[in-house]
């Protein structure tokens, strides 16, 4: 006859179907299957403030990825060289690196929803203004307060200055062994507003218009970027920072080590170790990414003549496929290890800009670009998460913007070379430098990091080094390798 129907308990308690229960072995149907499809896109973890910071990253996101497409284009049509372009990188990179700071410091002290406020608000003005003028010294000072513009390829990950606000307030809110997944998740949001801002890219006329009729032309879409930009401070509104813990005192016993920057403005003391390493490693990877990432969508204009149009359906499929590198990371670095994961995808990333540079058409170009990418989003939370897991929480914001500093003030002047060399040499020579110095980059940072793991990789090893720790089931109820173990499985989402 038929098979019974059985039931197990599962080690949560709750009561499974069995192999002869509905929907077959091991399987789940109706509302339980979609309650465990649910969980692992959005699990028990993330609470009502991180739901707020997801759809802020996206709103931001959106405005940023289409500002990314829109800007060096319209700049372009309007008459720069690309040295010219190049020097409007550096006024905002090096507004945006000063900016970084402050709120980095300060979110420290006065709160990180502030800044998630007022930054993208400054952006939403900086939109509006370009949408309506095209007066240089105008651009050039909005663009530098809204960090406007000035593109990162595919677009996909930063926020603009807040970010080290959002990183800290993040690890504040979820638990250290679900950081890799929330900062995976929101990388997912960053995707998914990219991709957004990619489509809306089209608003934009094709043809090579110049003055008020390219002004005109591009007026449609540089208002979406202010309105996304606009939403993303007005949802970050709704935000309920958590009480921060009283921070030990910085004066303290002599050599301790504060560096005192004014009265109540010091830099991290304890994570200094973790500081002066991340220093060095992101002065030269912001060299590599300054050569590259702000012109990419203009070496795509330059190379083959594509439109914004084009270049932004383009961004938008690279991060509607890069959706889901981004939710695996979090187990990527659970098998092989957060920093070897993160040394081989930077490794990749500068060996994938050399075909890339050389491709003779767009299509073969904007494939291995996607291939990059499906792998730079991988990385990309992981960096974020290791960063601010690795500092002392009273510190974690203050590392957030203080270790990204070199790289910004890198990244603001390697585009001067990358302008000159487009203008005098030859279009592929800047990024196959640049894969050079991001290939130095990994290989620096797997020597100064390799042992350095974050805690919850840390206490794995040690759970597996620990003698009968691989004879499942020998623990007690309630003992503590148990919780570590499950710890170490959460986050795959």
């Given at each position: 006859?038929?098979?019974?129907?059985?039931?197990?308990?599962?080690?949560d308690?709750?009561?499974r179907?069995?192999?002869?229960g509905?929907?077959?072995?091991?399987?789940?149907?109706?509302?339980?299957?979609r309650?465990?499809?649910?969980?692992?896109?959005?699990?028990?973890?993330?609470?009502?403030?991180?739901?707020?910071?997801?759809?802020?990253?996206?709103?931001?996101?959106?405005?940023r990825?289409l500002?990314?497409?829109?800007?060096?284009?319209?700049?372009?049509l309007?008459?720069?060289?690309a040295?010219?372009?190049?020097g409007?990188?550096?006024?905002v990179a090096?507004?945006?690196?000063?900016?970084?700071?402050?709120?980095?410091?300060?979110?420290?002290?006065?709160?990180r929803?502030?800044?998630?406020?007022?930054?993208?608000?400054?952006?939403a003005?900086?939109?509006?203004?370009?949408?309506?003028t095209a007066?240089?010294?105008?651009?050039?000072?909005m663009?530098?307060?809204?960090?406007?513009?000035?593109g990162a390829?595919?677009?996909?990950?930063?926020?603009?200055?807040y970010?080290?606000?959002?990183?800290?307030?993040?690890?504040?809110i979820?638990?250290d062994?679900?950081?890799?997944s929330?900062?995976?998740?929101?990388?997912?949001?960053?995707?998914?507003?990219?991709?957004?801002?990619?489509?809306?890219?089209?608003?934009v006329?094709s043809?090579?218009?110049h003055?008020?009729a390219?002004t005109?032309?591009?007026?449609?879409?540089f208002?979406?970027?202010?309105?996304?930009?606009?939403?993303?401070?007005?949802?970050a509104?709704?935000l309920?920072?958590?009480r921060?813990?009283?921070?030990?005192?910085?004066?303290?016993?002599?050599?301790?080590?504060?560096?005192?920057?004014?009265?109540?403005?010091?830099?991290?003391?304890?994570?200094?170790?973790?500081?002066?390493r991340l220093?060095?490693?992101?002065?030269v990877?912001?060299?590599?990414?300054?050569?590259?990432?702000p012109?990419?969508?203009?070496?795509?204009?330059?190379?083959?003549?594509?439109?914004?149009?084009?270049?932004?359906a383009?961004?938008a499929?690279?991060?509607a496929?890069?959706m889901?590198?981004?939710?695996?990371a979090?187990?990527?670095?659970?098998?092989?290890?957060l920093?070897?994961?993160?040394?081989?995808?930077?490794?990749?990333?500068?060996?994938?800009?050399?075909?890339?540079?050389?491709?003779?058409?767009?299509?073969?170009?904007?494939?291995?670009?996607?291939?990059r990418?499906?792998?730079?989003?991988?990385?990309l939370?992981?960096?974020?998460?290791?960063?601010v897991g690795?500092?002392?929480?009273?510190?974690?914001?203050?590392?957030?913007?203080?270790?990204?500093?070199?790289?910004?003030?890198?990244?603001?002047?390697s585009?001067?070379?990358?302008g000159?060399?487009?203008d005098?040499?030859?279009?592929?020579?800047p990024?196959?430098?640049?894969?050079?110095?991001?290939?130095?980059n990994?290989?620096?940072?797997?020597?100064f990091?390799h042992?350095?793991?974050?805690?919850?990789e840390?206490?794995?090893?040690?759970?597996?080094?620990a003698?009968?720790?691989?004879?499942?089931?020998?623990?007690?109820?309630?003992?503590?390798?148990?919780?570590?173990?499950?710890?170490?499985e959460s986050g795959?989402?």
């Amino acid at each position: 006859g038929a098979l019974r129907s059985t039931r197990h308990p599962s080690r949560d308690g709750q009561v499974r179907a069995g192999p002869g229960g509905p929907g077959g072995p091991g399987r789940m149907s109706g509302p339980r299957a979609r309650h465990g499809l649910l969980s692992a896109i959005w699990p028990a973890w993330s609470g009502r403030n991180f739901t707020l910071v997801f759809a802020a990253r996206a709103c931001m996101s959106t405005g940023r990825a289409l500002a990314g497409v829109l800007t060096p284009i319209y700049l372009a049509l309007e008459g720069f060289s690309a040295f010219e372009l190049s020097g409007y990188i550096l006024v905002v990179a090096l507004f945006s690196a000063l900016a970084s700071s402050v709120v980095g410091l300060w979110s420290d002290r006065v709160g990180r929803r502030a800044f998630m406020v007022v930054v993208p608000l400054l952006t939403a003005a900086a939109g509006a203004t370009f949408a309506f003028t095209a007066s240089v010294p105008v651009l050039f000072v909005m663009g530098a307060l809204g960090s406007f513009g000035r593109g990162a390829g595919a677009g996909a990950g930063a926020v603009g200055p807040y970010q080290p606000a959002e990183s800290a307030l993040v690890t504040e809110i979820v638990g250290d062994h679900d950081r890799n997944s929330a900062f995976g998740r929101l990388s997912f949001a960053s995707s998914l507003g990219a991709t957004v801002g990619g489509l809306a890219a089209l608003l934009v006329r094709s043809g090579h218009l110049h003055g008020a009729a390219a002004t005109g032309a591009f007026r449609p879409a540089f208002l979406v970027t202010a309105a996304a930009s606009l939403a993303a401070g007005l949802v970050a509104l709704g935000l309920d920072e958590p009480r921060a813990a009283p921070s030990p005192p910085v004066r303290g016993r002599a050599g301790d080590g504060g560096v005192r920057l004014s009265r109540g403005l010091v830099l991290p003391r304890r994570s200094r170790w973790l500081l002066y390493r991340l220093w060095a490693t992101n002065t030269v990877n912001g060299m590599a990414v300054g050569m590259f990432g702000p012109f990419v969508a203009y070496w795509f204009f330059r190379r083959f003549g594509a439109g914004a149009g084009e270049i932004g359906a383009l961004f938008a499929v690279i991060n509607a496929v890069t959706m889901a590198s981004t939710l695996s990371a979090a187990g990527l670095a659970r098998r092989w290890g957060l920093v070897r994961t993160l040394s081989t995808v930077r490794a990749a990333q500068a060996v994938l800009l050399v075909p890339m540079a050389l491709s003779p058409s767009f299509a073969l170009a904007g494939a291995i670009y996607l291939v990059r990418m499906v792998v730079q989003r991988v990385g990309l939370p992981l960096r974020q998460s290791y960063a601010v897991g690795l500092a002392d929480p009273a510190e974690r914001a203050s590392v957030a913007a203080l270790s990204n500093l070199p790289s910004q003030l890198t990244m603001a002047g390697s585009p001067l070379l990358t302008g000159y060399l487009l203008d005098e040499a030859d279009l592929a020579l800047p990024f196959e430098l640049a894969g050079a110095v991001q290939l130095v980059n990994a290989i620096m940072f797997w020597g100064f990091f390799h042992n350095h793991p974050p805690a919850e990789e840390a206490a794995g090893r040690a759970l597996e080094a620990a003698p009968g720790a691989e004879a499942p089931g020998a623990e007690a109820p309630g003992a503590e390798a148990p919780v570590v173990g499950q710890a170490l499985e959460s986050g795959a989402g």
